[in-house]
């Protein structure tokens, strides 16, 4: 069954921790993609990347990194200097052209 | 820039009563145009896009939107709403094809019973 697989559903993070977001994919697109939800405010992008072992910074990049060392994985890490980090994360991929992005079920962080 | 804007926050409507949910691009070239929808705690679930041709687009769940690029306007509507169709609706406009999209600020639809 191809799809996107975010998880954990939601998370939690301590002040000064860095977590990380899981995004699974089996559907062979190249491209991935993070974006972050805020109330009232769409979905921003955080990073993409086109390709293995290559990404680029989206619109609000500051106090995030990734990776993407397998075509399948695209990780977000939030690291602690992402003051507030509280919002609904969703993965998205590409397959190109004119087809559409699709999302995963997202993931909430949360600070306790 | 391209940029997306939803002007209507919260609409609330009766169940059966016809729809229309705004939405109004800035963009210099042909835009790639997209409509999605969203459960509360979920990910978004495409009803329907537009490349070029017709400019009266067909999507699931019986809606359908109309490209106006004299407007600037892709005004997603659909004839009798049902109160499944409660959710929050997000316009969006792609640049580079779908490659990158810029997104609306969202709409979230309440159904009366």
């Known amino acids: 069954d191809g799809g996107i697989t975010q998880s954990p559903k939601y998370l939690f993070r301590k002040e000064g921790q860095n977590v990380t977001l899981s995004c699974e994919q089996n559907?062979?697109?190249?491209?991935m993609y993070w974006y972050r939800q805020d109330p009232g405010q769409g979905l921003r992008l955080i990073y993409y990347?086109?390709?293995?072992?290559?990404?680029q910074k989206g619109d609000i990049a500051e106090g995030y990194s990734v990776s993407r060392e397998k075509k399948e994985s695209f990780p977000l890490t939030v690291t602690s200097a992402q003051k507030n980090p509280t919002a609904f994360y969703l993965c998205a991929t590409h397959r190109g052209g004119n087809q559409p992005q699709h999302f995963g079920d997202g993931t909430r962080l949360s600070i306790l | 820039a391209q940029s997306v804007t939803q002007p209507d926050i919260h609409i609330t409507v009766s169940e059966g009563a016809s729809l229309e949910l705004r939405c109004n691009y800035s963009?210099?070239?042909?835009?790639?145009l997209f409509w999605y929808v969203q459960s509360p705690g979920q990910g978004l679930q495409l009803l329907l896009k537009y490349f070029s041709g017709d400019t009266l687009v067909q999507g699931i769940k019986g809606f359908e939107a109309e490209f106006k690029r004299s407007q600037s306007s892709f005004n997603l509507r659909k004839p009798s709403v049902h109160w499944s169709d409660a959710a929050e609706y997000f316009c969006a406009v792609g640049t580079q094809g779908a490659q990158k999209l810029v997104f609306g600020q969202g709409t979230r639809l309440t159904i009366n019973p």
């Open positions: 963009y210099g070239a042909t835009p790639y």
């Open positions: 990347s086109q390709i293995v072992n290559d990404f």
């Open positions: 559907l062979n697109h190249d491209a």
